[in-house]
């Protein structure tokens, strides 16, 4: 059994008014025991003022979720063994070492929707791991290493892609990313 803890001056001092603002509930007397009318309050006793008590506000449900793009999901452990030792093929490949991050944006949302158009099931994205130490140090290291995976999860590529996670260090390690591509749904005519 717990013991409770004492109550210190400030949750007493609200604990006492929620005690006094708080009506207790009427009974339901039986037949048998109810008095014919009930006796007036005694002088000495303070009325109590009528005292509304708290009333629950409604459950209201979660918002319904929108059709928006589906979730990303992991590669899992066996299909990354696979890639990392070759049995598993990687459809297709980009490279975007020495692009600005737009121009890099445009050739990796184009890219994808081909390789998808394509029935290509993996890709290799490879993003580098930034600027060598060595060069400009005030340089910002490694952007597109950062701002590839937000651009894979976005809405606009998240039609795309299943999922994506980091390639092994055969084909590139922390500077590419394999990514898992959705089929390309057929539209039927009639």
């Known amino acids: ?10 949750e007493r001092a609200l604990w006492d008014s929620v005690r006094r603002s708080v009506a207790p509930l009427k009974r339901k007397r039986s037949a048998a025991s109810a008095a014919p009318a009930e006796a007036p309050p005694r002088e000495d ?8 008590t708290a009333v629950p506000s409604p459950v209201v449900p979660p918002p319904a979720p929108k059709s928006g793009p ?16 070759g049995s598993e093929p990687i459809d297709a490949r980009i490279d975007l070492h020495g692009m600005t991050q737009s121009e890099a944006h445009y050739a990796l949302a184009r890219f994808l929707r081909s390789a998808q158009r394509d029935g290509a099931r993996m890709a290799l994205v490879i ?32 039609s ?18 394999y990514v898992r591509l959705r089929r390309e749904r057929q539209i039927k005519d009639g």
């Open 1 to 10: 059994m717990k013991r409770s803890r004492p109550l210190g001056d400030e």
């Open 45 to 52: 006793t303070p009325r109590r003022k009528n005292v509304k």
């Open 70 to 85: 589906p979730p990303l999901a992991p590669l899992g452990r066996r299909m990354k063994q696979k890639l990392a030792r």
């Open 127 to 158: 993003t580098g791991k930034g600027a060598r130490p060595g060069a400009d140090p005030f340089a910002e290291r490694g952007v597109l290493k950062r701002q590839v995976p937000l651009w894979l999860e976005s809405a606009e590529l998240r």
């Open 160 to 177: 795309i892609v299943i999922g994506f996670e980091a390639a092994s260090h055969g084909h590139g390690g922390q500077g590419a990313l």
